[in-house]
């Protein structure tokens, strides 16, 4: 009974312009899975006031990170915390993406990379990584990333020397042709619908999703998302969903 | 000395005067995580209907300057799966339970009220008179008061149990809603429920809901739920359950002075998790310091 609880920031670091990655101490008895994710409270007042989602971007003995981007104004009081100062966090919650049996194809668009990184860590060089981002000052954790993959490939979207210029889910269509492997992906809801146009009813394609949160426990019914079974809740029945299931 | 903070409504007890607000604490069991249900006064459940319902299309909130609003449209999984599924666990907790009910129409607010009187785990009825969506006649029961007349009447006649009702803010005289609940037999009224909102979207000139207008709740509406208690306390003699934007004991105790008998957390759940149990621990300080023996004193002590 207690998943609510206070901690101590380790480091709240600026990657890009907009980007951060908030490490917080965490109490040993708190165990996450891949996919998961914490709500955040923003501060004590009341405004704003609910708190924030976000993804568990890494979880090691005793601290849990998150990458996360400035887009309103309670990431921008997320981004203003110091080291040493405390935060309110509560979680993990929601489902975790089922474990992969053997190698696997991750795809991370942006931000999502949050959601994904985890997953990649937890089984290192198994995974085919297919990351797009906008230019190449947001492709982050290269070396990282090219140390836990078995393969990397990266999109940007403007013109760039080392990467495949268009959208990433252009590139899986390229370099995937023969690749029947389980599917892994987070990333915005352009790229979520492109790639359910992609993925074939016999594959296997975890997807991680994104809804307004209020409870973030199941309780308001207010992040729901349609499903081929109707309204499911994003904080309790996902966030990770298989694609054929969802209504896109 | 540990004050006494028992109030009674109709004819249950309440070990205190803290329950939670229908739609905002789930079934209980989403929040028994982080809460023991045995410290509340009462769980309020979801919203219930005969049949599954499957409410609004999303987004379904958005955050307001000290609220929310919400355009859930009561989304709910119908009597038997309630029955079925979720009172088993529920009645394992000392505590009042309480099913926030309402229907399509007149006779199938009778009939799920009738069902549940049946039920020998649910201790009180809190009937929803302030459906957002006004689209048929019965909809409107909150706000016309002949017609929440004859449907206090009817839900009244086939149950026993602990009757609420609970009223809209949507209405030019709050009071007098009260008095025909009392009028026709109601044991209590609660109040109030969301106000309602809206939100726009200037880029799409859309709503940022997916409906266009939805319920105001939290800490933005505090003041007006305060004053809809205190008007209505003066004209009924039935309890008076406060609601609206409560986060802290300091807010629960300013509904009691006004004369609420009991009060509901509803958006502070989500804020908090532990927000119930911590405001019964602040209302209990409270009374310690104050050297009041008796919750009951002071309640309604309102000074004009
Ligand atoms: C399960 C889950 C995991 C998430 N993980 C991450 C993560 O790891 N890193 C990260 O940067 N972001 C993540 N998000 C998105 C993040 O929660 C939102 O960006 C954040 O809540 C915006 O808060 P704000 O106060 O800054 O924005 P607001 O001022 O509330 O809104 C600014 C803009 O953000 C949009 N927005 C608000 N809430 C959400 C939301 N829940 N999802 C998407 N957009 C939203 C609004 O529509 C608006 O356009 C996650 C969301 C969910 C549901
Ligand atoms: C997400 C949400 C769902 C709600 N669902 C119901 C409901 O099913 N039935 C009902 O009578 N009131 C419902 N309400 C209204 C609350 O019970 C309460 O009256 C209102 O939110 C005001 O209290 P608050 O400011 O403490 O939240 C809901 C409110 C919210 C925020
Ligand atoms: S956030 Fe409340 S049900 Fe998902």
Redesign the interface.
Known sequence: ????FRAKIIKNEQLTKDIYLLCVESPDEIQSKPGQFCLL?LNQR??????RPFSIFDHVSGEIKFLYRVKGKGTRILSTFKKDDYITL?GPFGRWYPFPQGDFIVIAGGIGLASVYYLMKRFPKRAYLFYGVREEREILFYDELREITKEMYISTEMECPYTYKGIVTELVKEKCKNLSLPIYACGPMVMLKELKKVVKESQVCYVATE?????G??????????TKE??KRVC?DGPVFDIRELLL | MIPSLEVKIGNLTFKNPVLTASGTFGYGLEYSQFVDLNLLGGVVVKGLSLRPKQGNPPPRIYETACGMINSIGLQNIGFEAFKNEKLPFLRKYKTNIIVNFFGENLDEYIEIAYLLDSLEDVHALEMNVSCPNKTTEWRKMGLEPELLRKAVKEVRAVTKKTLIVKLSPQVTDIALMAKICEDEGADAVSLINTIPAMVIDIKTRKSMLGTPTGGLSGPAIKPIALRAVWETVQAVKIPVIGIGGIVSAEDALQFLIVGAKAIQIGTANFINPRATVEIIEGIKQFLIEENIKDINELIGSFIQ
Do not use: H
């Open positions: 009974m207690n998943k609510l409270k009341l405004d704003p006031l609910l708190s509560s809804e307004r949160m209020a409870c426990v199941g309780a308001c019914l207010g992040c729901v998302i349609e109707g309204f309790t």
